[in-house]
């Protein structure tokens, strides 16, 4: 008998497709049908009534539910912007420079990331009463940026461990300043690690819902809050939308950036 050359399925690579099957079913099924049902006639997502562009239409018209998009949308970029800013600068100061309290720092910043989110909910309101902030736009940008800035030092930090020294070093040598050596070495080696945790950040502050609900006025409200709310009476329309446009930035974003990111390169 000849051997057969066609490569046989055993049992145990069926059964290893089929678990990645379901595992990317389990993940990316609820996406899908999330998407389709924003275009259901349909109000209820359970019976497929036609394709229709009509809770599109009542979207741009829901003023309440828009603000409080763009609201997140504007607090999510400059609490993203300004805890990678700091936060690179944080990661910085704790890998090249050598001062008293250079632990402590690092602890501090490990003990923000572990604490659960309703400790630093209730932590940031005691502090804003104590110190007379009105709770609302600044009292939310303050506490975004406090706890995405952990995740920025530790994701910049990583980056900076993985640094050869050899080229810090030659270019103190050949005569380039402090500020030379982050402009020309440092930071364009540093873009992939920036990138990622303005991400991170932007994300981090576009879906909280536990700290912002403690630490917002009832003059601004954010997406999270007023979905949250929308949800207790059932699943609207209009949240299918927002959330499908919502997918659809995050994706943009995901591809443009390491595009930008691979043409400076």
């Given at each position: 008998m000849i051997p057969s050359n066609k490569p046989v399925l055993s049992l145990g690579s069926g059964l290893r497709w089929l678990f990645i099957a379901g595992v990317m079913a389990f993940l990316y099924l609820p996406i899908v049908v999330?998407?389709?049902?924003?275009?259901?006639?349909?109000?209820?997502?359970?019976?497929w009534q036609g394709f229709s562009f009509k809770w599109y239409e009542k979207l741009w018209h829901n003023d309440a539910l828009l603000e409080a998009f763009f609201n997140s949308l504007t607090v999510a970029t400059l609490s993203a912007t300004c805890a990678t800013?700091?936060?690179?600068?944080?990661a910085l100061a704790v890998y090249r420079y050598r001062?008293?309290?250079?632990?402590?720092?690092?602890?501090l910043i490990f003990v923000v990331l572990m604490s659960p989110d309703i400790v630093l909910?209730?932590?940031?309101?005691?502090?804003?009463?104590?110190l007379g902030i009105q709770l609302g736009?600044?009292?939310?940008?303050?506490?975004?940026?406090?706890?995405?800035?952990?995740?920025?030092?530790?994701?910049v930090y990583s980056q900076l461990k993985g640094f050869d020294g050899n080229l810090l070093e030659a270019a103190q040598d050949l005569g380039a300043k402090e500020s030379q050596v982050f402009r020309l070495v440092i930071l364009p080696l540093l873009r992939p690690a920036i990138a990622a945790s303005w991400l991170l950040s932007f994300t981090l502050s576009?879906?909280?819902?536990?700290?912002?609900?403690?630490?917002?006025?009832?003059?601004?409200?954010?997406?999270?809050?007023?979905?949250?709310?929308?949800?207790?009476?059932?699943?609207?329309?209009?949240?299918?939308?927002?959330?499908?446009?919502?997918?659809?930035?995050?994706?943009?974003?995901?591809?443009?950036?390491?595009?930008?990111?691979?043409r400076k390169t």
């Open positions: 999330l998407v389709v049902n924003s275009f259901n006639e349909s109000k209820y997502g359970h019976k800013i700091l936060g690179t600068l944080m001062f008293r309290f250079r632990q402590s720092a690092s602890a909910a209730i932590t940031f309101l005691i502090v804003f009463m104590a736009f600044w009292s939310l940008l303050i506490a975004h940026i406090t706890f995405c800035l952990p995740f920025v030092v530790i994701t576009l879906d909280d819902v536990i700290i912002s609900s403690f630490v917002t006025g009832p003059g601004f409200e954010i997406l999270p809050i007023r979905v949250f709310s929308m949800v207790k009476v059932g699943v609207s329309p209009e949240v299918n939308v927002l959330a499908t446009l919502l997918m659809l930035i995050s994706l943009v974003v995901v591809i443009i950036v390491p595009l930008l990111l691979r």
